[in-house]
Antibody, heavy 116, light 112 residues
């Protein structure tokens, strides 16, 4: 059974770095063709793709945020990570991770609020 | 970036009615590998998106067969043949052919 679960700080202040963790089970990020991606959704708004990482450590970023994003993985512990530097209120959103096998499984999401 | 235009933005349907949602792309979504990476998702209230359709017309595992996808190039359609109460929520199309991956703005399905 495939599951993904996001975790994060809940609330942070502007200019801080947001660190998110996606802990998954039922698949391995060392398997050929497998990947994990991050997508976010401000409350009441649409979906925005942020970044993804592949089994071979290839990484892709949304150019609109590229300089602020870093994606990584820990294959041994079945985790993927996303860091967003210099956050501001526009980064307030629910953050989802999803399996990049035709986007078949998504986590429940984690709410992040940026506020002073 | 590829822009996906979904219409309508709001759809009101009765139980049993058949409805369609359109997703039009600003560029062809046919990839050089021969695949068209167009997906449909349903986000029920308070839940994460759930994949319905992948590669234009392939039904996701466990998805009822009243859902179907069609289209090619730049024009795509999601059809629900006989809406049920559990189908309410927001439907999104998404393309993964061109970087960056982009989503449509969503179609909210309301049940009359």
């Amino acid at each position: 059974q495939v599951t993904l679960k996001e975790s994060g700080p809940g609330i942070l202040q502007p200019s801080q770095t947001l660190s998110l963790t996606c802990t998954f089970s039922g698949f391995s990020l060392s398997t050929y063709g497998m990947g994990v991606g991050w997508i976010r959704q401000p409350s009441g708004k649409g979906l925005e793709w942020l970044a993804n990482i592949w089994w071979d450590d290839d990484k892709y970023y949304n150019p609109s945020l590229k300089n602020r994003l870093t994606i990584s993985k820990d294959t041994s512990n079945n985790q993927a990570f996303l860091k967003i530097t210099n956050v501001d209120t526009a980064d307030t959103a629910t953050y989802y991770c999803a399996r990049y096998y035709y986007f078949d499984y998504w986590g429940q999401g984690v709410m992040v609020t940026v506020s002073s | 970036d590829v822009v996906l235009t979904q219409t309508p933005s709001i759809l009101s349907a009765t139980i049993g009615q058949s409805v369609s949602i359109s997703c039009r792309s600003s560029q062809s979504l046919l990839d050089s590998d021969g695949n068209t990476y167009l997906y449909w998702f349903l986000q029920r209230p308070g839940q994460s998106p759930q994949r319905l359709i992948y590669l234009v017309s392939n039904l996701g595992s466990g998805v009822p067969n009243r859902f179907s996808g069609s289209g090619s190039g730049t024009d795509f359609t999601l059809k629900i043949s006989g809406v049920e109460a559990e189908d309410l929520g927001v439907y999104y199309c998404m393309q993964a052919t061109h970087a960056p991956l982009t989503f449509g703005s969503g179609t909210k399905l309301e049940i009359k």
